[in-house]
């Protein structure tokens, strides 16, 4: 077939930006930002702009897979077997225990039409409220927050109040990295108006303070305290909108009551501030003539996750700073469709529609919509209480889909425990190299990016249509295509010879049954249907039947979506994360994101370049910290809380505070043996159920690993990596990642107390294609050093070390050079381990900054050096001129030599 353009959207993040997919009918072969999309007008970040480079197919889920037994292999087989073996499992186990024995965990990256026939399928066939989604780690408590507050989950502002605003506060959000586009309209528009004051409010300085005029680095966890703080100084300079907040709010009174306690002194000593910058950051917020907040999941991911957002909106409603241009408290979401899960009812506590599970009206609304007599009315389970249930036994049948729960939740020892005692899970996967496919015993391969159809709705209510550009490969399918399949299955079980509630042939079906349960709800987008959006594009809830555009704004008339149309000031007091530091566990570990990788990477995972930013699983700290610790970076400790332990290499970054750690959310399992979250802890916050994933206390324990293994191999790296990962099992630590951007190889790190079996090294050889051929070899059993290096053509093309590790940096140099000199070979055949001369300089120092232009830091600091600014650089080096991401950072560096960096006292 011949070149085409299908437009679609990102399967990334929340902000939803328009992709037009470039491809052939059978391969994408190209992605560019789409310039008539409202959400980014053409602009794309590093992870958008190279979505046509993952997806390696060696990777995906290609055909069901299913296993009969624990001890058993999976097996491939047809989808009719494979969907009426889970019928049958599911039929039985809901006959014999009751429909809430079994529970369905789904995800923020399904499309609005999949979570509807989910939720169709768990609420009117099952009859259970079991059905939760990943958004209970992400969205949840801004979801409590909006409708304790406001009355609806509903973020009342645009896109383009970002550029309106004269005040903008950016809280525990590291948007430079996780909503880069917007960050780029952000950037443009200070740009174009210097005097737009931007406040950051995160214990890390992230490239997000990039764009700051004012960082509050508070102590984790102490947000809560912060807006009080906030709020006490807004009331005493009298700071406020006294006829807004008659006409349109209550519960002033009480929340004034509270707030009085927290003066300044006691904030900004419990949040760790100065008080100037309390006072600065109060004026600007009292005093800008329009103020905006953005925040994400420095708040959500909180056992005070809810109390932060209703306290951060308090703020908004004190100052009558909503419903107006520029103005708002504005969350960003996480995920692509986390919007659309909570319009379909995908929390457990949710219907469609707004709605809530434990009120009887609306349960009797979508039961009689439905046509079915009930709906349940016993409480479903939220994600860490459900899987706390499948470990107990209670849930004995659990569907899992779109999302990597034995890498994403809290708590893995737990978590593992569960899928591994389930009695029966399916997973719906687009790629079968996640940590949960292991414990699978039904895989059901799901269409992915560009290979399906529906509709997703983005952070500011705006509602896309998603495109399918091709064929999804092996014998993948569409997501609602696979739940609407299995319950027309099922239907014949639970309600034979009655109508099927399931009669859907396009995902467009879906959407109009889906609409009408919206009608006359605050998100009434009854007038929304994919053909529409085709004629007008892209479109922002409510829009009603008969409506001709959407609704930019919501509350501009100051009347909210509670009963009597004011909204409610909310008097939670402060309270501390769950783990302070104390003397057993002196730290506090802060998780996030990396600029350039997705979650679990298992998409983002498959590309090499997307490790050339960040390359392997380091844990920040403070240069105090480690000189404390007396580490040096690439030094590995043992990083223990009181769930788990992992072993990591740590690195100097003055970014984090003395007392705090950092690790990217990314590393699971597959990458660095045990994941970040073997250490995270399940503690939720008690309205919102989320997770506290950013606080866990954890200490740094010595180890000695003396035996090293040092691997590198180019060719079918996710081959490589699916065969090498399970061989490194027996070794305390193992860090796996992708080099090289022309010619990708896989990297493994090692290290273990003592060297394997001659067995284990035999065989890890053999999966290195360094067994045979053209492989130069040096052994010295004595001291279990071992160097072997494949060279064809005059190249190294595969290396492993094994005892000592020290040339490790200049062999990993001398293959990406192409280059297998005399030196070398001199090397290679001679006892000694470490390199010749002085060369083992760190390799990870030339990190790529700029993705688009493969611009690494040591070019950019030449730059610097030769007195280039950031126009000079981008001209020179072009860094920079394509997705912007790495703009933040160069002018970081561009700072750190006008002037000394500035440390943490
Ligand atoms: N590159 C990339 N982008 C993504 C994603 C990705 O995986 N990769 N995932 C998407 C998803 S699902 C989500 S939810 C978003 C997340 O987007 P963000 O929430 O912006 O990202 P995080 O890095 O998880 O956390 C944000 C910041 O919260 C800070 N923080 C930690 N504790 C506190 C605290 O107590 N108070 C305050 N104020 N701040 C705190 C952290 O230091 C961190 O810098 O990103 C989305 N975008
Ligand atoms: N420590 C720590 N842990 C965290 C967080 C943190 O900040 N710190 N953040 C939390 C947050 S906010 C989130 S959102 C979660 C994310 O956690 P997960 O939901 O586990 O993240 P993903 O890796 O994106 O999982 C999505 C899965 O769906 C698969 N997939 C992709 N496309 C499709 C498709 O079209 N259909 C199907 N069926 N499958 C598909 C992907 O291969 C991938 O395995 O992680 C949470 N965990
Ligand atoms: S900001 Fe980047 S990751 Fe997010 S939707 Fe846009 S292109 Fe995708
Ligand atoms: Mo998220």
Request: proline content about 6%; charged content about 20%; aromatic content about 6%.
């Amino acid at each position: 077939m011949d070149r085409q353009i299908t437009a679609s959207t990102c399967c990334y993040c929340g902000v939803g930006c328009g992709v037009l997919i470039e491809h052939d009918g059978e391969h994408i072969l190209g992605v560019s930002g789409d310039p008539a999309h409202p959400a980014n007008f053409g602009k794309l970040c590093s992870k958008g702009s190279t979505l046509h480079l993952t997806g390696d197919l060696t990777a995906r889920a290609l055909y069901p897979e299913l296993r009969l037994g624990k001890s058993l292999a999976r097996h491939r087989t047809d989808w009719d077997t494979a969907l009426d073996h889970a019928t049958s499992v599911f039929a039985a186990t809901i006959a014999e225990h009751g429909p809430d024995s079994v529970a369905f965990y789904i995800s923020g990256q399904l499309l609005t039409e999949d979570y509807y026939a989910f939720n169709k399928l768990a609420r009117a066939l099952v009859g259970t409220n079991n059905i939760d989604s990943n958004s209970r780690l992400c969205m949840s408590s801004a979801v409590v927050g909006y409708k304790r507050s406001l009355g609806a989950d509903a973020p009342p502002c645009s896109y383009e109040d970002l550029e309106l605003s004269d005040c903008v506060m950016i809280v525990g959000s590291n948007m430079a990295y996780a909503h880069p586009v917007l960050f780029r309209r952000l950037e443009a528009a200070k740009s174009r108006r210097p005097q737009m004051k931007v406040i950051v409010i995160d214990p890390r300085r992230t490239d997000t303070c990039d764009l700051a005029d004012l960082h509050l680095a508070i102590l984790p966890g102490t947000d809560v305290a912060l807006f009080h703080g906030i709020l006490h100084l807004l009331l005493w300079e009298d700071w406020i909108d006294r006829d807004f907040i008659r006409d349109h709010t209550e519960g002033l009174a009480e929340l004034k009551n509270l707030v009085r306690d927290y003066t300044p002194q006691m904030v900004s000593q419990l949040c760790g501030i100065s008080l100037g910058q309390l006072q600065q950051c109060a004026e600007w917020i009292g005093t800008s003539p329009s103020f905006l907040s953005l925040w994400c999941m420095g708040l959500n991911q909180s056992t005070a996750g809810s109390a932060k957002n209703s306290a951060l909106i308090n703020l908004h409603l004190a100052t009558g700073q909503i419903g107006r241009p520029g103005a708002g408290p504005f969350s960003l979401t996480g995920q692509p469709n986390a919007m659309g899960g909570r319009e379909t009812g995908s929390l457990s506590n949710l219907l469609p529609g707004h709605r809530d599970a434990a009120n009887a009206q609306h349960r009797a609304q979508v039961a009689s919509y439905w046509g079915v007599e009930q709906l349940p009315d016993s409480p479903g389970l939220s994600a860490i209480e459900l899987f706390e249930q499948v470990r107990n036994g209670k849930i004995k049948a659990l569907w899992i889909a779109c999302t990597n729960p034995a890498q994403s939740m809290p708590d893995q020892t737990a978590v593992r425990a569960a899928l591994q005692a389930c009695p029966f899970v399916v997973l719906q996967e687009a790629f079968s190299t996640t940590e949960t496919a292991k414990f699978a015993d039904l895989l059901l391969p799901a269409a992915s990016w560009g290979e399906k159809e529906g509709s997703v709705t983005n952070s500011e209510r705006r509602i896309s249509h998603v495109r399918q550009a091709i064929v999804a490969p092996g014998e993948a399918r569409p997501d609602w295509a696979i739940t609407v399949d299995f319950a027309q299955r099922l239907e014949k079980h639970l309600r034979p010879g009655q109508a099927s509630l399931f009669e859907f042939d396009n995902p467009a079906q879906v959407f109009d049954e889906y609409k009408q349960l919206t009608q006359g709800r605050d998100l009434d987008l009854s007038g929304i249907s994919h053909a529409l959006i085709d004629r007008l594009g892209p479109q922002q809830w409510p829009f009603p039947a008969g409506a001709v555009e959407g609704t930019a704004r919501l509350y501009v008339d100051g009347v909210f979506a509670t009963a009597n149309g004011r909204a409610q000031f909310v008097a939670d007091p402060y309270r501390a994360a769950k783990e302070q530091r104390d003397a057993r566990f002196p730290l506090t570990l802060i998780t996030g994101r990396l600029r350039d990788q997705w979650h679990g990477m298992s998409r983002t995972g498959t590309a090499a370049q997307l490790f050339g930013h960040v390359s392997e699983a380091e844990l920040s700290l403070h240069p105090d910290e480690l000189r404390r610790h007396r580490l040096q970076p690439g030094d590995l400790v043992s990083l223990k809380s009181r769930r788990g332990a992992i072993v990591v290499a740590v690195a100097s970054d003055d970014s984090v505070r003395p007392g705090q750690a950092f690790l990217p959310m990314h590393w699971g399992d597959r990458f660095l043996k045990g994941g970040v979250n073997s250490l995270t802890l399940p503690a939720f916050d008690p309205l919102s159920k989320q997770p506290e994933l950013k606080h866990s206390g954890v200490r740094l324990d010595p180890v000695d690993l003396p035996w090293k293994l040092f691997a590198l191999i180019e060719g079918d790296v996710q081959r490589h990596f699916e065969t090498l990962r399970p061989l490194c099992e027996a070794f305390s630590y193992v860090s796996l990642s992708l080099v090289g951007r022309e010619r990708p190889a896989l990297l493994v790190r090692a290290a273990n107390t003592s060297a394997p079996s001659a067995e284990l090294l035999s065989e890890i050889d053999k999966n290195l294609a360094l067994d045979d051929g053209p492989v130069l070899a040096y052994d010295d059993p004595r001291r279990a050093i071992g160097k072997r290096v494949r060279i064809e053509n005059g190249r190294i093309t595969a290396i492993r070390l094994a005892g000592e590790t020290l040339a490790q940096h200049w062999l990993q140099g001398l293959w990406l050079e192409g280059r297998a000199d005399q030196q070398l070979r001199r090397w290679l055949l001679a006892p000694l381990s470490a390199p010749p001369g002085n060369l083992d300089t760190p390799f990870n120092s030339n990190k790529i900054l700029c993705n688009c232009k493969n611009v690494g830091q040591n070019a950019i600091c030449a730059g610097i050096s030769r007195g280039l600014d950031l126009q000079g650089l981008k001209q020179e080096l072009g860094c920079g001129t394509q997705c912007g991401s790495c703009v933040p950072e160069i002018k970081r560096l561009l700072a750190a030599t006008a002037q000394p960096a500035t440390v943490f006292s």
